[in-house]
């Protein structure tokens, strides 16, 4: 059974049957990547925590209230962009969504200096990529993450962000464009 398909029907057995089993398996389904997503647009690790239960809990409320839902993932993260707005305009409205995230290695210790340097590298890697998308327009950093990061569709992007899905294939193609100067200007600045 395809993942979409997946979706509905555990929806329909939440809707008609209030199904909490349902609801867990589509919480254990995308929590993690809820999760990252939300954390790459605030301050800590515990104010993400919340913010993802938040995330989960109006998600829950919407689906017993409404029953046009075409997307499971869409609704949530179009909840998660929202109720990160909200965040920020109710607890810090002088603090833009620009911020630095914290980062922490859940990877383990390597005891094979290869396998050291292999992850050093990834690391510094992405941490490159992250530091120059917080360069970037919120919109062209949440496309990006969203396709890149949370292996969304341009359509579920498009109902997420409100947009068309040109819009969404155009925007991604800038935000790409805009990714690759300000690493090449780094690379070159740092040379």
Do not use: C
């Not at 555990?10 to 389904?29: M, S, V």
């Not at 922490?104 to 690391?123: F, V």
């Not at 510094?124 to 993450?145: F, S």
């Not at 409100?162 to 990714?179: D, N, P, S, Y």
């Amino acid at each position: 059974m395809s993942s979409q398909l997946r979706d509905k029907y555990l929806l329909y057995q939440i809707q008609t049957k209030r199904d909490a089993n349902a609801y867990a398996e589509l919480y254990d389904r995308y929590v993690a990547g809820l999760f990252r997503f939300i954390s790459f647009k605030v301050n800590s690790k515990e104010e993400a925590q919340d913010l993802t239960s938040e995330v989960f809990l109006r998600a829950w409320h919407y689906v017993l209230e409404s029953r046009d839902i075409t997307s499971f993932s869409s609704l949530i993260y179009r909840i998660a962009r929202n109720i990160v707005i909200d965040h920020y305009r109710a607890r810090r409205p002088h603090i833009s969504l620009d911020e630095e995230i914290e980062s922490g290695n859940d990877e383990g210790h390597p005891t094979d200096l290869g396998e050291q340097i292999e992850l050093l590298e990834t690391h510094l890697e992405a941490n490159t990529v992250i530091e120059a998308m917080k360069l970037m327009k919120e919109e062209y950093r949440d496309v990006l993450m969203l396709r890149h990061v949370e292996g969304l569709s341009v359509g579920e992007i498009a109902d997420i962000v409100g947009k068309t899905q040109v819009h969404v294939r155009v925007t991604m193609h800038r935000a790409l464009k805009t990714l690759r100067t300000i690493l090449e200007k780094q690379k070159h600045d740092n040379d």
